[in-house]
Structures are given as C-alpha cells and as structure tokens.
C-alpha cells in the first residue's frame, strides 16, 4: 500500500466514515440551496416598478447587490457540485467585488448627511433678520420660542 493510501485509511478511521461526510456535506448544501432558493423566490416576487416607486437609490442599490450575491453564490454553488474550486474561479472575483459594493452602501447609508432643522436657530434668525416685524408677529415669534424650550425641557 502506498504512502497515500495509508493516509487515506488513517484519515478515514480518526474521522469516521468517509461516506457519512460526503451525506453530512449534502445535507447542508441542501439546507443552504433550499434557503437561499426560498430568498431569491421571495426578491423575484417584487416588481421592478413598484421598486423604482418605493425605494429610494441606496435600498434600489442594496436589493441588486443581494440578488447580484445570489446568483453568484448559486452559481459557485453549481461549480462545487461539478468539481471545481469556485474559490479558484473568477466568480470569487466577483463575490469579492459585490461585497465591495455591500460595503459601500452601508457606508452610504450610515454615514449619509442628516438633515435636521434647529428651531431655536431658525427663530432667532427671523426674530433677527426681520426687524419690521409687526408688533402681533413679534409676540407670536415669542410663542413658538416659548413652546420649543418647554418641549425641550419636558
């Protein structure tokens, strides 16, 4: 018996039967594809139009990195099956790139400007840059004031 073999048969014996890893892997590629076939189903129902309607750009962006991670993963889940590395294959290129994208987005998302309006700032330039304010104007201005520190402190 050559040195391989020997290999082989301790690796089998510590590691039980050879057969039962190959059904422990099936098993769990089958859970996975049955998942990931159940998710793209469920991006595949939503229709492009009611998307481009309700979605602003970056949730758009995010839904065609998911379905581009999907199909990716589904294809590098084939090449497996038929033998080949998919990590040696230009689809781990391409997964690499569309995580790339992912992290861009979150980036975008999180990190994007903030718009708030300061009242307070904004009621003291009017109560500043409009001098001819006549006098009911003027105790009105006084009110919203008022209101907004009371908001504030309660």
Not at 1 to 27: L, W
Not at 61 to 67: D, G, K, S
């Amino acid at each position: 018996m050559g040195d391989g073999r020997k290999k082989k048969k301790r690796a089998v014996e510590e590691d039980g039967d050879e057969e039962g890893d190959a059904g422990e892997q099936i098993a769990r590629f089958e859970k996975v594809f049955e998942k990931l076939e159940g998710n793209l189903a469920k991006l595949m129902e939503i229709d492009a139009e009611e998307l481009e309607q309700k979605c602003n750009p970056i949730e758009r962006a995010q839904y065609n990195v998911v379905l581009a991670k999907a199909i990716n993963v589904l294809y590098a889940m084939y090449l497996k099956t038929q033998g080949i590395d998919p990590d040696k294959h230009p689809v781990a290129k391409e997964l690499e790139r569309i995580a790339k994208y992912g992290d861009k987005l979150k980036a975008a998302d999180s990190s994007g400007p903030k718009l708030s309006l300061d009242s307070e700032a904004a009621l003291r330039f009017l109560d500043r840059s409009l001098p001819d304010l006549s006098p009911e104007k003027k105790k009105a201005l006084k009110e919203l004031k008022k209101k907004k520190s009371k908001r504030q402190k309660g």
